[in-house]
């Protein structure tokens, strides 16, 4: 039994007797303030410590009546104040430890509570947040703390906790019990059970709503007091972050909101307005008249959102071998990897899953407008049809993967598969001639694709089949060639019950020279510390080349919908302290591949193109967050790093560490060289010859605000800065190109709707060019923006340094999640979208380090449809790409 040491606790707080009663503040072993503490104090406190309170007070109240009902017989001798240990032969107080015979683990929960009390003390000195989902809290901090102390005070002095803290020998004192009158025991139970109905509603509301439940920060402020507590950490998220976000976070995620019509989504990037937008042509090769009075019966054409012609399963072939029977699927963990790493599987499974989810909503419609009991039947039983019909091409894909992989190792002696993951062909079975085997070819037929299995795309897969003696090929070519999976793949169906499905028929993109396309269509978000990349890469069909969404939850990110994910840099920081990071942003981190790390080295030159929306662009305090953590640029792309080579001394021609402003151009290898692109209202960069400046009034977006394209440099490990211009560095002139949007209309929409905005750069023609919305901008000479000769490459980014900033524990102020990466690549900084990569340099003043640019550079605004071309696009392919998808973009409700 865990006791009160009274012993204990009057030596260490020198005194003893009624006065020890007395400064600990107790009645009945519950500390008085606790009857005090109000709902809203009480709802600061996470669930475990309620929940020893409340157990405080149930025995408490257990003693009082104890002594109302004894009050004549015993006085206060058992009233849970004092109780004698047999044991022992002394008094000493009763606790809530083992009451009830219950073992509450009194030091974990003594070190939770010296936690607690550690932070909210914390909290209340310094202004820091606490936690991630209550602000506001300082009128009842104080109140909790000193109540905590003295509940603290009664953990630590139970017998055996008591042991840590007692000195000196054991005194023999006697203590008297104090006496206590009937009207105290009687106001004490309503006082326990006023506090117990509080309790219990707070955690009846927790546990109908879970977010109600104090989530205490992760912030690396707070890690003194609480890394030895048992208290879930999370990010913060700072108030003013959603503060420019209308309406409520979807809880799934399905296309944006749009202007006139119903969305369409594809895999490719295309997008279709079901009403009133998209391509027409397309439309009407698939449309229909649906009878009237027939929508609910679902008896028409599948591209019409019917049901078709169902396929039983009398019509499939009987299978005797195994191997190619498609009802027996093989999903163990080796497979497992394989199918893992199957575009075209994947697709199918997005296919499914969209299409039911479709459906459940028309069914829900249904019952909800009270259709009828026939109507809700029919719709479960399409449900159950389409379902099977999904499955049946799932089954088919794996079974063709697994006969790629078990087939040559069983019959044809290799001692591995002939296929990497993702590498499966389709429809295509002509390895097996290298195989010991002989497949009936009806039994090949059974697991292809047809074209009806497919919709929606032209380029065509032919089926090849292994040539056997049992029976002779009787089949059309035509009939059985299937579509290219990987570019037009994911429906949306509208809710109107007398509109089509949209599918792309033709490419509108261009695709020649495109080697990544990003659509963000799945809501896939990973942690910095992850080494998975899912967010698929559209141009091919395998695995390659994918990127990766980084960022706390998915709500933060696709709350306008899927395909347009909203990016506000790799860090947050706090409103409190506009230097300290509160969480974990959002951005994507592009892979480290040939092809990203050739991207602005090849002579054959680049193309990034993206759609972008950036809200409250020329609002200096919502937009630039002026007020806080004040922001000079918001980066599209950028990979810009600090860093330098071990015992070389930068200096300038004056033999001085140069000033920031007027680093000259080092095109060696010893300081790190890296590209930023976006929006700007650094006046360095939007003004002619202009120094720094930290003052917002002298960086107003609403009179100087440019699109930008610059080469960065270091100066050293802590800071990096543009590179000055000027040979002699006497003025403050910086490698760049810029387009001011007070002159270019179609670039200042921005701010309202999303914009075309392409990079184009051929080395040839020593030509950088941006275009915006399918329309020339403006054309600068490479050389002239990044300082290299004439005709070649950017060459950017150059070698990290072993002293370059990296995201860690010691060198970031956050989250754990914020301390364990984005890490550098083996070489490079990694290119980054949606902000830089120095914003988590604390230590040194945030992005780009030393005291000016801006403390963060996150986009804070959404992108869709990323593309990356190994060279450069001409006038007339950035107006067709404009024009094949302005019909998705154009429309969205922003």
């Known amino acids: 039994?865990?006791?009160?040491?009274?012993?204990?606790?009057?030596?260490?707080?020198?005194?003893?007797?009624?006065?020890?009663?007395?400064?600990?503040g107790m009645a009945f072993g519950v500390p008085s303030c606790m009857l005090s503490l109000g709902a809203?104090?009480?709802?600061?406190?996470p669930t475990p410590i309620l929940a020893q309170i409340n157990m405080m007070a149930m025995m408490g109240k257990a003693k009082a009546n104890e002594v109302i009902s004894d009050i004549l017989r015993a006085l206060m001798l058992n009233t849970g104040i004092i109780e004698f240990d047999t044991e022992t032969g002394t008094f000493q107080f009763k606790s809530v430890i083992s009451w009830m015979n219950l073992d509450l683990d009194g030091l974990q929960a003594l070190a939770d509570l010296?936690?607690?009390?550690g932070a909210l003390q914390y909290a209340a000195s310094f202004g820091a947040q606490l936690y991630e989902n209550i602000q506001n809290i300082g009128n009842e901090i104080n109140a909790i703390i000193d109540c905590l102390n003295t509940f603290k005070s009664i953990k630590q002095y139970e017998k055996g906790n008591s042991a840590a803290t007692r000195s000196g020998p054991s005194d023999d004192a006697r203590f008297a019990a104090a006496r206590?009158?009937?009207?105290?025991?009687?106001?004490?139970?309503?006082q326990c059970d006023a506090l117990m109905a509080t309790i219990g509603n707070i955690l009846l509301e927790r546990e109908l709503n879970p977010d109600l439940e104090p989530r205490i920060s992760d912030c690396k402020e707070f890690d003194q007091f609480l890394s030895g507590t048992t208290f879930c950490r999370v990010p913060v998220e700072d108030p003013e972050i959603l503060s420019d976000r209308d309406g409520v976070f979807r809880l799934t995620y399905g296309p944006p909101i749009s202007v006139d019509g119903q969305y369409i989504l594809s895999k490719d990037g295309l997008y279709y307005d079901s009403q009133n937008g998209g391509i027409n042509t397309a439309f009407a090769a698939i449309s229909g008249i649906i009878p009237l009075g027939d929508t609910w019966k679902y008896n028409y054409d599948p591209n019409l959102g019917g049901k078709g012609q169902a396929v039983s399963l009398k019509d499939l072939d009987k299978f005797s071998d195994n191997l190619f029977d498609s009802k027996i699927i093989d999903d163990s963990l080796g497979m497992q990897t394989y199918y893992d790493q199957d575009h075209f599987l994947s697709v199918l499974k997005q296919q499914r899953d969209k299409h039911m989810y479709d459906l459940s909503a028309s069914l829900q419609t249904y019952i909800n407008n009270n259709e009828g009991i026939s109507v809700v039947a029919n719709q479960r039983?399409?449900?159950?049809s389409e379902m099977t019909n999904h499955n049946s091409k799932i089954n088919r894909r794996k079974k063709q993967i697994e006969v790629a992989v078990k087939a040559p190792q069983i019959y044809g002696g290799k001692s591995s598969p002939i296929f990497a993951p993702g590498d499966i062909p389709i429809n295509d079975f002509s390895y097996l001639a290298d195989c010991n085997l002989s497949v009936d070819l009806q039994k090949q037929k059974a697991l292809v694709f047809k074209q009806g299995d497919v919709d929606g795309i032209v380029l065509p897969i032919s089926p090849k089949y292994v040539s056997t003696s049992l029976k002779?090929?009787?089949f059309s070519i035509e009939h059985l060639k299937v579509p290219l999976v990987g570019k037009g793949a994911i429906i949306y169906t509208p809710s109107a019950a007398n509109t089509g499905t949209v599918l792309s028929l033709t490419d509108q993109v261009v695709y020649n020279g495109l080697f990544a396309i990003y659509n963000f269509l799945e809501a896939e978000v990973e942690l910095p510390s992850s080494i998975d990349f899912n967010t698929t890469n559209c141009a091919v069909t395998n695995m390659y080349n994918n990127a990766q969404l980084v960022g706390p939850s998915k709500r933060s990110i696709f709350f306008s919908g899927l395909g347009i994910p909203y990016l506000e840099g790799v860090v947050r920081n706090k409103s409190s302290d506009p230097r300290g990071a509160s969480g974990l942003g959002s951005f994507v981190r592009l892979p480290d591949t040939p092809e990203f790390r050739d991207l602005m080295y090849s002579n054959q030159g680049f193309t990034m193109e993206c759609w972008v929306h950036v809200p409250n662009i020329n609002n200096a305090g919502i937009g630039w967050l002026s007020s806080t953590t004040s922001s000079l640029t918001k980066v599209l792309l950028g990979n810009e790093n600090t860093g330098i080579a071990s015992g070389y001394d930068y200096v300038n021609y004056l033999g001085q560490k140069p000033d920031l402003d007027y680093l000259p151009n080092q095109r060696g290898d010893q300081l790190v060289r890296g590209f930023l692109c976006g929006f700007t209202r650094d006046r360095r960069i939007t003004q002619v010859s202009a120094s720094y400046s930290n003052i917002n009034s002298q960086n107003d977006p609403a009179s100087s605000l440019s699109f930008f394209i610059a080469p960065t440099q270091s100066r050293d490990a802590s800071s990096a800065s543009f590179i000055n211009k000027d040979d002699c560095q006497n003025t403050t002139t910086f490698y760049k190109m810029k387009v001011d949007l007070s002159s270019a209309p179609s670039l200042a929409n921005v701010s309202?709707?999303?914009?075309?905005?392409?990079?184009?750069?051929d080395p040839p023609s020593d030509s950088i060019k941006l275009y915006a919305d399918g329309a020339l901008l403006a054309t600068s000479s490479i050389s002239d923006v990044f300082g290299v000769n004439p005709n070649t490459s950017p060459n950017l980014p150059t070698f990290k340094k072993n002293n370059s900033f990296q995201y860690s524990s010691t060198t970031v102020d956050g989250p754990t999640s914020l301390r364990q990466g984005p890490r550098l690549n083996a070489f490079y900084t990694p290119w980054i979208v949606g902000g830089g990569y120095t914003d988590g340099m604390y230590q040194y003043g945030n992005f780009l380090g030393g005291d000016r640019g801006g403390i963060v550079s996150g986009l804070r605004g959404h992108i869709g449809s990323l593309k990356f071309y190994s060279r450069p696009l001409d006038n007339r392919e950035v107006s067709i790409n404009y024009e094949a998808q302005k019909g998705f973009f154009k429309n969205i409700k922003v």
């Open 180 to 190: 206590a009158e009937l009207k105290y025991a009687t106001e004490f139970v309503q």
């Open 40 to 45: 809203a104090a009480l709802s600061l406190l």
């Open 752 to 761: 309202s709707q999303f914009i075309l905005l392409d990079i184009v750069c």
């Open 114 to 117: 010296g936690g607690l009390i």
């Open 381 to 384: 039983q399409l449900m159950i």
């Open 472 to 474: 002779s090929p009787s």
């Open 1 to 24: 039994m865990a006791s009160f040491d009274l012993d204990a606790f009057a030596k260490a707080t020198g005194d003893s007797g009624a006065n020890v009663v007395n400064a600990a």
